[in-house]
Antibody
Framework: EAQLSESGGGLVQPGGSLRLSCAASGFTFSSYAMGWVRQAPGKGLEWVSG????????YYADSVRGRFTISRDNSKNTLYLQMNSLRAEDTAVYYC?????????????????WGQGTLVTVSS | DIQMTQSPSTLSASVGDRVTITCRASQSISSWLAWYQQKPGKAPKVLIY???SLESGVPSRFSGSGSGTEFTLTISSLQPDDFASYYC??????????FGQGTTLEIK
């Protein structure tokens, strides 16, 4: 069974940077698109970013485009999210999620496995 | 961008009730819709994908229907474990996805 484990969250000042990692296991990582979804305290789910199976296909929500960068290392089965110029409104639990379609040609799709989430708090 | 609107925002029901949650898309998304269940402090769990396909391991009391712009999630007979938040998600766009604002299912 697929497992995803996020790390790298924490407290950061406005304008600062943070890099999240997501270690994947239990499936052929290179065969699936991946994504990041966040949830602000007491709020709903917000899609943040996605990346295709092949490095180069990246997608971003308007709220983070130009500040966040998604990447993956298929040799290490790891997904990343580099977050720069952080704002208070970026405070949320960040989930790593696996695309539900094997070798999708139309990612991003729905998500069939999610990590436990890592909390990012942007505050002075 | 495709906007997803769920109704109601909150739903009060009793064990054994049949409940329906609606999700509307701002433009046609064909059948590219998923439903998730989320419990407090936990990650979301997919219930339905492609509007009506039941994810493996999900109880058959959950069902989904609809296409185009209007979709429904139905729970045929509520169980105590079903009280949670529910989200719809469209994945019709080639470069983004979006979620509904969520529906909280409460015990009456």
């Amino acid at each position: 069974e697929a497992q995803l484990s996020e790390s790298g969250g924490g407290l950061v000042q406005p304008g600062g940077s943070l890099r999240l990692s997501c270690a994947a296991s239990g499936f052929t990582f290179s065969s699936y698109a991946m994504g990041w979804v966040r949830q602000a305290p007491g709020k709903g789910l917000e899609w943040v970013s996605g990346i295709g199976r092949i490095i180069g296909s990246t997608y971003y929500a308007d709220s983070v485009r130009g500040r966040f960068t998604i990447s993956r290392d298929n040799s290490k089965n790891t997904l990343y999210l580099q977050m720069n110029s952080l704002r208070a409104e970026d405070t949320a639990v960040y989930y790593c999620a696996k695309d539900g379609v094997h070798e999708s040609v139309s990612a991003p799709d729905y998500f069939d496995y999610w990590g436990q989430g890592t909390l990012v708090t942007v505050s002075s | 961008d495709i906007q997803m609107t769920q109704s109601p925002s909150t739903l009060s029901a009793s064990v054994g009730d049949r409940v329906t949650i609606t999700c509307r898309a701002s433009q046609s998304i064909s059948s590219w819709l998923a439903w998730y269940q989320q419990k407090p402090g936990k990650a979301p769990k997919v219930l339905i994908y492609q509007a009506s396909s039941l994810e493996s391991g999900v109880p058959s009391r959950f069902s989904g229907s609809g296409s185009g712009t209007e979709f429904t999630l139905t729970i045929s007979s509520l169980q105590p474990d079903d009280f949670a938040s529910y989200y719809c998600q469209q994945y019709s766009s080639l470069s983004s996805v979006s979620f509904g604002q969520g529906t909280t299912l409460e015990i009456k």
